[in-house]
């Protein structure tokens, strides 16, 4: 995971720029500094809850809004000059998707002022990441889960990946790898599986890609936000048909 770029490429700074004009669900911050980006710059609001200023009936936030959390899509510049993205393996002790494929990322706490808040303070739990060295670009609409999460991406560039030491929570995480952001987009190393739920028909898609050090199978709905940010990015279609879960752009 080491470029020979310490400051950002220009490659870099034009896609912070065409990410930033993806209209956001709330405004990014730690943003990167660039001068043609400066009268852009939108200061993260304090959170709020806006239900209560206009109903006085106390209400519990669980009732009011589903369980949430959001993942850091954090992405950089490699030795080749492609673009790649930081990933982990859940460890195995985990309860829930144990040793499975990952990004960065968890449930909404208390004290998160935003997604964006979330994804960095989970990412520095699990990996070391410092939000300081993330500048956050976009965040993308949330993805609901068959248990009613909603999933937020987080889209983030790590402009000095050198300043960046992986460093594992081993209670949360077996490894930490990188990928390049565009084989989401190939045939290449990929299969899917059709599955059904409630009626409706749609695919999971596995990308397997083999690291420094180990082999992985990335799948699921890390595949399809990686889908997502890679069609994003590229601006292109993948190569394949994608036949997305209905159920993940359901209204909670």
């Not at 930033?20 to 990167?32: E, G, I, Q």
């Not at 990933?87 to 968890?106: E, F, I, Q, W």
């Not at 992985?216 to 292109?236: D, E, K, N, P, R």
């Amino acid at each position: 995971m080491v470029s020979s770029n310490m400051a950002a490429s220009q490659r870099l700074v034009n896609l912070a720029q065409q990410l930033r004009l993806v209209k956001p669900l709330c405004p990014p911050s730690n943003t990167m500094e660039d001068p043609t980006h400066q009268e852009n710059v939108v200061h993260r609001e304090q959170s709020s809850n806006p239900e209560s200023e206009t109903n006085p009936i106390p209400k519990s936030p669980e009732k009011i809004r589903p369980k949430r959390a959001a993942v850091l899509i954090c992405l950089f510049e490699g030795e080749n000059g492609d673009l790649r993205v930081i990933l982990t393996k859940r460890s195995s002790t985990l309860s829930t998707h144990s040793g499975d494929v990952a990004l960065p990322g968890g449930k909404r706490e208390e004290g998160d002022a935003d997604d964006i808040e979330t994804a960095l303070r989970e990412a520095k739990e699990e990996i070391g990441l410092d939000p300081s060295l993330v500048d956050v670009v976009t965040v993308l609409e949330p993805i609901s889960t068959k248990i009613g999460m909603a999933v937020v991406p987080v889209v983030g560039i790590l402009v000095d990946n050198r300043a960046f030491i992986p460093t594992p929570n081993a209670a949360e995480v077996a490894a930490i790898f990188d990928a390049p952001l565009d084989m989401f987009l190939k045939n290449e190393n990929r299969r899917a599986e059709e599955r059904e739920w409630m009626g409706q028909k749609y695919l999971l898609h596995f990308f397997d890609y083999e690291a420094e050090n180990g082999k992985y199978v990335i799948w699921a709905l890390t595949a399809g936000i990686l889908i997502s940010v890679a069609s994003l990015v590229y601006q292109q279609p993948p190569d394949f048909q994608e036949q997305r879960p209905q159920f993940w752009t359901r209204s909670l």
